[in-house]
């Protein structure tokens, strides 16, 4: 019912900036939860940053200042990194759900309903 698509990874200085997107489509609207997700070699897939359907962001501790999450449309989320960090290598993922609250954080991986298959984020120093 749902696809999402990710663009903007690639290969970037260490206190560099950049800019993730999401595309969705389908049926999709503007009570999903919506969030970045973020997977680094040898390492669980975390939350790093999430809007809920009340309009409330959140960050994960390690990214916060730094990270901005926003949702243009229902259809379309970007992810504003800046000052980079080679710990910020990772593959991002562009995640939905129709039923998750985000009153209380992110939450973790499990039990989202929709994937995107993510975009490489590689920081050199």
């Known amino acids: 019912q749902v696809q999402l698509e990710e663009s903007g990874g690639g290969s970037v200085q260490a206190g560099g900036s950049r800019r993730l997107s999401c595309a969705a489509s389908?049926?999709?609207?503007?009570?999903?939860?919506m969030g970045w997700f973020r997977q680094a070699p040898g390492k669980e897939r975390e939350a790093v940053a999430c809007?809920?359907?009340?309009?409330?962001t959140h960050y994960a501790e390690s990214v916060k200042d730094r990270f901005a999450i926003s949702k243009y449309s229902a259809n379309i989320l970007y992810l504003q990194i800046d000052r980079l960090k080679p710990e910020d290598t990772a593959m991002y993922y562009c995640a939905a759900d129709p039923n998750r609250a985000a009153d209380n954080g992110c939450g973790n991986k499990y039990g989202i309903d929709y994937w995107g298959k993510g975009t490489l984020v590689t920081i050199s120093s």
């Open positions: 389908g049926s999709i609207d503007s009570s999903y939860y």
């Open positions: 809007i809920g359907s009340d309009g409330y």
